[in-house]
DNA sequence: CATAATGATACTGTTATGGTATCTTTACGA
DNA sequence: TCGTAAAGATACCATAACAGTATCATTATG
Protein backbone atom coordinates (compact mmCIF):
# COMPACT_ATOMS: atom_id res chain seq x y z
CA UNK A 1 0.00 0.00 0.00
CA UNK A 2 1.27 3.04 -1.14
CA UNK A 3 0.15 6.94 0.28
CA UNK A 4 2.83 8.01 -1.87
CA UNK A 5 2.90 7.17 -5.44
CA UNK A 6 5.00 8.45 -8.33
CA UNK A 7 3.13 11.39 -9.21
CA UNK A 8 2.95 12.71 -5.58
CA UNK A 9 6.53 11.72 -5.55
CA UNK A 10 7.68 13.44 -8.70
CA UNK A 11 5.44 16.39 -7.63
CA UNK A 12 7.27 16.96 -4.22
CA UNK A 13 10.57 16.56 -5.11
CA UNK A 14 9.91 18.78 -8.12
CA UNK A 15 8.30 21.44 -5.92
CA UNK A 16 10.85 21.38 -3.49
CA UNK A 17 13.53 22.20 -6.41
CA UNK A 18 11.17 24.58 -7.62
CA UNK A 19 11.92 26.52 -4.07
CA UNK A 20 15.38 26.07 -3.69
CA UNK A 21 16.10 27.35 -6.88
CA UNK A 22 14.74 31.11 -6.31
CA UNK A 23 14.82 31.26 -9.74
CA UNK A 24 12.04 33.21 -11.52
CA UNK A 25 10.96 30.41 -13.74
CA UNK A 26 11.88 26.35 -13.60
CA UNK A 27 11.79 24.20 -17.17
CA UNK A 28 11.26 20.91 -17.92
CA UNK A 29 14.36 20.76 -18.90
CA UNK A 30 15.95 21.42 -15.75
CA UNK A 31 14.35 19.76 -13.38
CA UNK A 32 14.91 16.31 -15.73
CA UNK A 33 18.45 16.67 -15.19
CA UNK A 34 18.74 17.20 -11.98
CA UNK A 35 16.05 15.27 -10.50
CA UNK A 36 16.61 12.31 -13.10
CA UNK A 37 12.70 11.41 -13.83
CA UNK A 38 11.13 10.07 -16.81
CA UNK A 39 10.62 13.46 -18.95
CA UNK A 40 6.94 12.82 -20.26
CA UNK A 41 5.62 11.50 -17.20
CA UNK A 42 6.99 14.51 -15.10
CA UNK A 43 5.48 16.37 -17.70
CA UNK A 44 2.17 15.43 -17.09
CA UNK A 45 2.72 15.61 -13.50
CA UNK A 46 3.82 19.50 -13.86
CA UNK A 47 0.59 20.07 -16.67
CA UNK A 48 -1.94 18.77 -13.59
CA UNK A 49 0.05 20.89 -10.60
CA UNK A 50 -0.95 24.24 -13.37
CA UNK A 51 -3.98 22.79 -13.43
CA UNK A 52 -4.84 22.79 -9.99
CA UNK A 53 -3.01 25.92 -9.33
CA UNK A 54 -0.27 24.85 -7.85
CA UNK A 55 2.13 26.05 -9.92
CA UNK A 56 2.11 28.50 -12.85
CA UNK A 57 3.18 27.82 -16.16
CA UNK A 58 4.25 29.60 -18.83
CA UNK A 59 4.42 28.53 -22.34
CA UNK A 60 7.35 29.41 -24.96
CA UNK A 61 10.94 29.88 -25.36
CA UNK A 62 12.21 30.21 -22.07
CA UNK A 63 9.09 29.20 -20.33
CA UNK A 64 8.50 26.85 -17.30
CA UNK A 65 7.35 26.69 -14.20
CA UNK A 66 6.83 28.72 -10.99
CA UNK A 67 5.05 28.67 -7.65
CA UNK A 68 1.39 30.06 -8.09
CA UNK A 69 1.06 29.09 -4.11
CA UNK A 70 3.22 29.82 -0.95
CA UNK A 71 5.18 26.63 -0.12
CA UNK A 72 4.11 26.96 3.79
CA UNK A 73 0.38 26.58 1.78
CA UNK A 74 1.06 22.99 0.04
CA UNK A 75 0.31 20.43 1.96
CA UNK A 76 0.86 17.10 1.44
CA UNK A 77 -2.30 15.72 1.83
CA UNK A 78 -3.80 17.85 -0.81
CA UNK A 79 -0.88 16.67 -3.26
CA UNK A 80 -2.30 12.88 -2.43
CA UNK A 81 -5.81 14.37 -3.09
CA UNK A 82 -4.53 15.53 -6.64
CA UNK A 83 -2.60 12.29 -8.15
CA UNK A 84 -5.58 9.46 -6.16
CA UNK A 85 -8.30 11.17 -4.96
CA UNK A 86 -9.55 11.66 -0.96
CA UNK A 87 -7.62 9.84 1.25
CA UNK A 88 -8.89 6.91 2.61
CA UNK A 89 -7.46 3.44 4.12
CA UNK A 90 -10.80 1.54 3.07
CA UNK A 91 -12.82 1.68 -0.46
CA UNK A 92 -15.41 0.29 -0.89
CA UNK A 93 -15.37 -2.96 1.56
CA UNK A 94 -17.99 -1.58 4.23
CA UNK A 95 -20.24 0.33 1.43
CA UNK A 96 -21.29 -2.59 -0.51
CA UNK A 97 -24.06 -4.03 1.85
CA UNK A 98 -22.44 -7.32 2.42
CA UNK A 99 -22.28 -5.99 5.90
CA UNK A 100 -25.00 -5.29 7.62
CA UNK A 101 -23.25 -6.84 11.11
CA UNK A 102 -21.69 -6.43 14.21
CA UNK A 103 -18.24 -6.26 12.85
CA UNK A 104 -19.08 -3.49 10.63
CA UNK A 105 -19.76 -1.32 13.43
CA UNK A 106 -16.05 -2.23 15.27
CA UNK A 107 -13.67 -2.55 12.52
CA UNK A 108 -15.40 0.52 10.53
CA UNK A 109 -14.99 2.76 13.15
CA UNK A 110 -11.71 1.83 14.26
CA UNK A 111 -10.26 2.53 10.75
CA UNK A 112 -12.34 5.37 10.83
CA UNK A 113 -10.14 6.48 13.06
CA UNK A 114 -6.58 5.94 11.64
CA UNK A 115 -7.95 7.13 8.94
CA UNK A 116 -8.65 10.32 10.33
CA UNK A 117 -5.73 10.39 12.19
CA UNK A 118 -3.48 10.13 8.83
CA UNK A 119 -5.66 12.27 6.77
CA UNK A 120 -5.25 15.43 9.68
CA UNK A 121 -1.32 14.96 9.83
CA UNK A 122 -0.90 14.60 5.79
CA UNK A 123 -2.94 18.31 5.46
CA UNK A 124 -0.65 19.84 8.10
CA UNK A 125 2.47 18.94 6.61
CA UNK A 126 3.68 21.38 3.91
CA UNK A 127 6.05 21.52 1.60
CA UNK A 128 8.32 24.41 3.46
CA UNK A 129 7.93 22.31 6.17
CA UNK A 130 9.95 19.55 4.45
CA UNK A 131 12.65 21.62 3.68
CA UNK A 132 12.92 23.91 7.10
CA UNK A 133 13.80 20.90 8.93
CA UNK A 134 16.32 19.66 6.67
CA UNK A 135 18.57 22.51 7.02
CA UNK B 1 -6.47 2.31 -0.95
CA UNK B 2 -7.31 -0.44 1.14
CA UNK B 3 -6.41 -1.29 4.35
CA UNK B 4 -8.57 -4.02 4.00
CA UNK B 5 -9.00 -6.12 0.96
CA UNK B 6 -11.85 -8.57 0.01
CA UNK B 7 -9.53 -11.69 1.27
CA UNK B 8 -8.94 -10.02 4.82
CA UNK B 9 -12.78 -8.97 4.76
CA UNK B 10 -14.12 -12.59 3.89
CA UNK B 11 -11.62 -13.37 6.23
CA UNK B 12 -12.63 -11.76 9.26
CA UNK B 13 -16.53 -12.05 8.55
CA UNK B 14 -15.95 -16.12 8.36
CA UNK B 15 -13.69 -16.09 11.45
CA UNK B 16 -16.44 -13.66 13.16
CA UNK B 17 -19.28 -16.23 11.78
CA UNK B 18 -17.38 -19.67 13.30
CA UNK B 19 -16.82 -18.33 16.69
CA UNK B 20 -20.29 -17.21 16.89
CA UNK B 21 -21.96 -20.44 15.40
CA UNK B 22 -20.81 -22.06 18.55
CA UNK B 23 -20.36 -25.31 16.61
CA UNK B 24 -17.78 -28.18 16.40
CA UNK B 25 -17.10 -27.26 13.12
CA UNK B 26 -18.18 -25.33 10.01
CA UNK B 27 -18.26 -25.92 6.68
CA UNK B 28 -17.65 -24.05 3.36
CA UNK B 29 -20.95 -24.62 2.36
CA UNK B 30 -22.65 -23.72 5.63
CA UNK B 31 -20.58 -20.04 5.47
CA UNK B 32 -21.32 -19.28 1.85
CA UNK B 33 -24.89 -19.42 1.84
CA UNK B 34 -25.38 -17.68 5.45
CA UNK B 35 -22.24 -14.39 3.83
CA UNK B 36 -22.88 -14.65 0.83
CA UNK B 37 -19.77 -14.84 -0.52
CA UNK B 38 -18.25 -16.45 -4.02
CA UNK B 39 -17.54 -20.41 -2.79
CA UNK B 40 -14.16 -20.96 -4.51
CA UNK B 41 -12.94 -17.61 -3.43
CA UNK B 42 -14.15 -18.46 0.25
CA UNK B 43 -12.35 -22.21 -0.07
CA UNK B 44 -8.72 -20.12 -1.25
CA UNK B 45 -9.00 -17.77 1.91
CA UNK B 46 -9.75 -20.89 3.85
CA UNK B 47 -7.23 -22.89 3.23
CA UNK B 48 -4.88 -20.03 3.62
CA UNK B 49 -5.99 -19.63 7.45
CA UNK B 50 -5.83 -23.11 8.38
CA UNK B 51 -2.36 -23.03 6.35
CA UNK B 52 -1.54 -20.49 9.05
CA UNK B 53 -2.44 -21.66 11.82
CA UNK B 54 -5.51 -19.68 12.42
CA UNK B 55 -8.29 -22.19 11.30
CA UNK B 56 -7.88 -26.45 11.88
CA UNK B 57 -9.45 -27.96 8.68
CA UNK B 58 -10.85 -31.54 8.72
CA UNK B 59 -11.43 -33.16 5.78
CA UNK B 60 -13.71 -35.68 4.34
CA UNK B 61 -17.42 -35.97 4.93
CA UNK B 62 -18.63 -33.85 7.48
CA UNK B 63 -15.76 -32.05 7.45
CA UNK B 64 -14.99 -28.07 7.74
CA UNK B 65 -13.49 -25.86 9.96
CA UNK B 66 -12.59 -25.05 13.11
CA UNK B 67 -10.74 -22.29 15.33
CA UNK B 68 -7.27 -22.90 15.79
CA UNK B 69 -6.57 -19.63 18.07
CA UNK B 70 -8.34 -18.30 20.79
CA UNK B 71 -10.70 -14.90 19.55
CA UNK B 72 -8.76 -12.91 21.46
CA UNK B 73 -5.46 -14.06 20.17
CA UNK B 74 -6.68 -13.09 16.07
CA UNK B 75 -5.64 -10.04 15.37
CA UNK B 76 -6.66 -7.62 12.42
CA UNK B 77 -2.81 -6.84 11.89
CA UNK B 78 -2.12 -10.23 11.34
CA UNK B 79 -4.91 -10.94 9.23
CA UNK B 80 -3.86 -8.32 6.82
CA UNK B 81 -0.42 -9.71 6.91
CA UNK B 82 -1.23 -12.68 5.85
CA UNK B 83 -3.18 -11.67 2.89
CA UNK B 84 -1.14 -8.30 1.85
CA UNK B 85 2.24 -9.27 3.57
CA UNK B 86 3.38 -6.78 6.15
CA UNK B 87 1.02 -3.42 6.25
CA UNK B 88 2.92 -0.52 4.83
CA UNK B 89 1.66 2.79 4.24
CA UNK B 90 4.71 3.01 1.71
CA UNK B 91 6.11 0.97 -0.49
CA UNK B 92 9.18 1.49 -2.48
CA UNK B 93 9.04 5.11 -2.71
CA UNK B 94 12.16 6.02 -0.17
CA UNK B 95 14.23 2.61 -1.07
CA UNK B 96 15.05 2.94 -4.41
CA UNK B 97 18.25 5.76 -4.42
CA UNK B 98 15.93 8.44 -6.34
CA UNK B 99 15.98 10.59 -3.29
CA UNK B 100 18.96 11.39 -1.34
CA UNK B 101 17.90 14.51 -0.49
CA UNK B 102 16.11 16.56 2.60
CA UNK B 103 12.65 16.30 1.70
CA UNK B 104 13.51 11.96 1.98
CA UNK B 105 14.10 12.75 5.74
CA UNK B 106 10.71 14.70 6.99
CA UNK B 107 8.79 12.97 5.01
CA UNK B 108 9.83 9.30 5.13
CA UNK B 109 9.54 9.94 9.00
CA UNK B 110 6.53 11.37 8.94
CA UNK B 111 4.79 8.89 7.04
CA UNK B 112 6.55 6.16 9.30
CA UNK B 113 4.89 7.63 12.01
CA UNK B 114 1.61 7.28 10.66
CA UNK B 115 2.57 3.32 9.84
CA UNK B 116 3.13 2.90 13.09
CA UNK B 117 0.24 4.22 14.62
CA UNK B 118 -1.76 2.44 12.10
CA UNK B 119 -0.10 -1.04 12.89
CA UNK B 120 0.05 -0.75 16.38
CA UNK B 121 -3.93 -0.52 16.32
CA UNK B 122 -4.50 -2.98 14.24
CA UNK B 123 -2.31 -5.19 16.19
CA UNK B 124 -4.58 -4.28 19.50
CA UNK B 125 -7.79 -5.07 17.58
CA UNK B 126 -8.94 -8.85 17.51
CA UNK B 127 -11.88 -11.01 16.58
CA UNK B 128 -13.17 -11.26 19.90
CA UNK B 129 -12.92 -7.05 20.26
CA UNK B 130 -15.08 -7.23 17.04
CA UNK B 131 -17.29 -9.08 18.72
CA UNK B 132 -17.52 -8.19 21.78
CA UNK B 133 -18.98 -4.32 21.38
CA UNK B 134 -21.47 -5.60 19.13
CA UNK B 135 -23.73 -6.90 21.73
C1' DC C 1 -16.90 -47.67 -1.80
C1' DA C 2 -19.75 -43.56 -3.07
C1' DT C 3 -19.86 -39.24 -1.61
C1' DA C 4 -19.04 -34.94 0.54
C1' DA C 5 -15.84 -32.45 2.26
C1' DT C 6 -10.95 -29.88 1.92
C1' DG C 7 -6.04 -29.32 -0.59
C1' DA C 8 -3.52 -27.66 -4.38
C1' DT C 9 -2.91 -25.11 -8.32
C1' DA C 10 -3.43 -22.90 -12.67
C1' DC C 11 -6.01 -19.81 -15.17
C1' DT C 12 -8.86 -15.25 -16.31
C1' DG C 13 -10.74 -10.42 -16.14
C1' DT C 14 -10.35 -5.75 -14.43
C1' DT C 15 -8.29 -1.78 -12.62
C1' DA C 16 -4.60 1.28 -10.91
C1' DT C 17 -0.18 2.64 -11.61
C1' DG C 18 3.75 4.10 -14.19
C1' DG C 19 5.21 5.40 -18.35
C1' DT C 20 5.61 6.64 -23.68
C1' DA C 21 4.51 8.91 -28.00
C1' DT C 22 2.69 12.44 -30.71
C1' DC C 23 0.63 16.37 -32.17
C1' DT C 24 -0.87 21.27 -31.06
C1' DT C 25 -0.21 25.84 -29.19
C1' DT C 26 2.41 29.70 -27.66
C1' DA C 27 5.91 33.20 -27.24
C1' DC C 28 10.72 34.82 -27.44
C1' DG C 29 14.42 36.65 -30.01
C1' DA C 30 17.58 36.84 -34.06
C1' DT D 1 8.50 37.34 -39.31
C1' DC D 2 9.73 33.04 -38.60
C1' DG D 3 12.41 29.17 -36.44
C1' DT D 4 12.68 27.16 -32.26
C1' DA D 5 12.08 25.93 -27.56
C1' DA D 6 9.05 25.73 -24.34
C1' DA D 7 4.25 23.89 -22.35
C1' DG D 8 -0.83 21.81 -23.41
C1' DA D 9 -3.61 17.98 -24.66
C1' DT D 10 -4.44 13.38 -25.50
C1' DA D 11 -4.15 8.69 -26.78
C1' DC D 12 -1.77 4.79 -26.16
C1' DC D 13 1.03 0.74 -23.79
C1' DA D 14 3.02 -2.52 -20.00
C1' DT D 15 2.88 -4.46 -15.57
C1' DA D 16 1.20 -5.89 -11.21
C1' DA D 17 -2.27 -6.42 -7.69
C1' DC D 18 -6.72 -7.73 -6.82
C1' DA D 19 -10.91 -10.52 -7.30
C1' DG D 20 -12.57 -14.44 -8.80
C1' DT D 21 -13.10 -19.14 -11.48
C1' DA D 22 -12.17 -23.86 -12.75
C1' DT D 23 -10.30 -28.36 -12.09
C1' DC D 24 -8.33 -32.17 -10.31
C1' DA D 25 -6.35 -34.67 -6.24
C1' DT D 26 -6.91 -36.25 -1.54
C1' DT D 27 -9.26 -37.79 2.47
C1' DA D 28 -12.56 -39.43 5.79
C1' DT D 29 -17.28 -40.92 6.93
C1' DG D 30 -21.47 -43.60 6.71
Known sequence: MNLITR????????LC?????????????E?????????PFLRKVLQELNRRGILRSYKGKNGGFVLATRPEK???????EIFKGPIKLQEHTFK?????????????????????YTISRLN??????LLKTGK
Chains 1, 2 share one sequence.
Open 96 to 116: KKICPEIKSCVLKKEIDTMEK
Open 31 to 39: LVEDLKMPR
Open 17 to 29: YIVKSNKDIVSVK
Open 7 to 14: NTDYAIRA
Open 74 to 80: IYIGKLI
Open 124 to 129: SLSIAS
